[in-house]
């Protein structure tokens, strides 16, 4: 459907909101469920204005679980922006441990349950540095040691 032609569905179709009671075009309603392509499918029973009314007296009264679930949100946003940048080792003790093995970079790829696209990037001379997780998955998955491969160097002046 044409987005001329959703615009015009919102604008036609109507609904009683059953909250208030008034009635109103379909656009004044929050999206339900959409359709594969993005555009509205159904619309929920209480309008916009009903909506936001209801999530902001539950938030009053409920402020200390409203600011607890928003705290475990952000905590859990962090924590998948940290795992998507992992620390990064430097990429030449991968690339010998790789090519010491001898496998070619489709069964390194299938061995260590990563894409043949970050192996052969790995391989290739494209990149200075790797993740500690890709790192990780294809040493050990080929039955390698992280800790050999990347020897621990303790700082010095530290016990």
Known sequence: MSAILEDARLDILI??????????????FPARSRWGDGHVK????WCRTCTDEATRNWQAEN??????????????????LSSRYDPLLPIGPLQEF???????????????????????RVLSQEQQYVTLYLADQIITRMGGCLELVYPFEPEEGRS
Do not use: F, M, P, Q
């Open 15 to 28: 609904k009683r909101c059953t909250c208030c009671g008034l009635t109103k075009v379909w656009r004044e």
């Open 42 to 45: 159904t619309v929920l029973s």
């Open 63 to 80: 402020r200390e679980r409203y600011l607890a679930r928003k705290r475990e949100t952000a905590r859990r946003h962090k924590a998948s």
């Open 98 to 120: 790789i090519h010491a093995d001898g496998r070619d970079h489709r069964t390194i790829a299938a061995i260590a349950g990563v894409g043949e696209r970050s192996v052969r």
